[in-house]
């Protein structure tokens, strides 16, 4: 990948390659200016449109999963979509060691001392 490249270009150019090697798989290069309609889009803008359809997906896709985990999550129940706006009200609490809990009995349980150990 270039610097002068974006992402979306980049992920974009991989899918064209593919789209490209699998409808040329048993004949020579296919025509880029073919038309299957006289006035409609040319084999080179279809492949194209596919493959900016593909990138969009792809880069979505890795947007969703930075999202997520960047997601404060409640430490004690796994609870998710935590509100970090201080003073808004909500029962989520920041621990001082980072980690979250959704609400007060989350927050009891992962403060609270671990019991002692049976003799
Ligand atoms: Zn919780």
């Known amino acids: 990948m270039t610097d002068q490249m974006s992402l979306r270009d980049y992920f974009a150019a991989r899918f064209a390659a593919a789209l490209m090697t699998a409808t040329s798989a048993d004949s020579d290069l296919p025509n880029l200016d073919y038309r299957r309609e006289a006035g409609g ?66 927050w009891e349980r992962a403060t609270e001392p671990a019991p002692p150990s049976p003799p």
């Open 41 to 106: 889009p040319t084999l080179a803008e279809r492949v194209a449109a596919i493959a900016y359809r593909l990138a969009d997906a792809m880069l979505l896709a890795r947007e969703d999963r930075a999202a997520l985990a960047s997601a404060p999550q409640c430490c004690m129940c796994g609870k998710t979509g935590l509100s970090t706006v201080e003073g808004d009200g909500g029962s989520e609490c920041q621990l001082s060691d980072g980690r979250w809990t959704c609400s007060f009995e989350c």
